[in-house]
């Protein structure tokens, strides 16, 4: 298990632009990942902000999150939040699991037409690697 462990975190090659875009802190360009947990939380970010259809060749890729907004803010919506990310993952991202989906302040939320969200995740090959995202999105 210590050289899965060791592989997650190991920074000997990049994997892709890390998402959220950031500046690079090397060469003043895009910031990339580099170790694993790294790849897979950018590619987490970047399925879920993705709407269904934007992705040439792939109309699949995504989830219909920032089209949910606009509907009220309702549990049967917090669960179509939750099922679609948690199947989404499964699909496009099969080296993680999701363990779990929390939600910010929800009567702050619904007041200010925003949603927070944490998702919290494992890697399946060595479930002890635990990491998160945390998402704001508002309209």
């Excluded at 998402?19 to 939380?41: A, E, H, L």
């Excluded at 803010?73 to 939750?82: G, N, P, Q, R, S």
């Excluded at 948690?86 to 989906?101: F, N, R």
């Amino acid at each position: 298990m210590a050289k899965n462990r060791d592989s997650a975190f190991q920074k000997s090659r990049t994997f892709n632009i890390l998402n959220p875009i950031q500046v690079s802190k090397r060469d003043g360009i895009f910031g990339m990942s580099t170790t694993s947990i790294d790849k897979y939380k950018s590619n987490l970010y970047t399925l879920i902000f993705t709407g269904i259809g934007e992705r040439v060749m792939e109309p699949e890729f995504g989830t219909s999150l920032k089209y949910l907004l606009f509907e009220p803010l309702t549990e049967t919506t917090y669960e179509k939040i939750k099922s679609e990310i948690v199947e989404k993952a499964e699909i496009w991202i099969p080296e993680i699991s999701i363990v779990s989906i929390d939600f910010g302040d929800i009567l702050d939320d619904r007041e200010n037409n925003r949603l927070s969200i944490k998702v919290n995740f494992t890697l399946r090959r060595d479930p002890t690697i635990q990491d998160f995202i945390e998402i704001e999105m508002g309209v």
